[in-house]
């Protein structure tokens, strides 16, 4: 159902709001990792790092080699383009609506 796999709203009856849902977001890479203290000493370049320069990222795409600040699309964002309409088949409690963008 489009509702499980992408972007929508669904309306909140009780507050006569509508609130984005981003379901498609639970596909981001996750290994269940847990966060050891910070580092004393943070090297300038980590290879397992793929936010930094000329790592490969999670969708692919390779960072170029900068040395400054590096502006990027999202590659997990909470909005796309081309999401489906979830249907009109729906209970009046359970309400949804499309939600497209960029964000």
Known sequence: ????????????????SWVLVSAHRMKRPWAG???????EHIPR???????CPSNTRANGKVNPSYDSTFVFENDFPAL?????????????????KAARGVW
Not at 1 to 16: E, F, G, I, M, S
Not at 33 to 39: A, G, I, R, T, Y
Not at 80 to 96: I, K, N, W, Y
């Open 80 to 96: 796309q383009p081309d999401a489906p309409d979830p249907g009109s088949d729906q209970h009046p409690l359970f309400q949804s």
């Open 1 to 16: 159902a489009p509702q499980t796999k992408h972007q929508h709203l669904r309306y909140n009856p009780l507050k006569d």
């Open 45 to 51: 370049y980590d290879p397992r790092n793929p936010l």
């Open 33 to 39: 990792q847990v966060e050891k203290p910070p580092e």
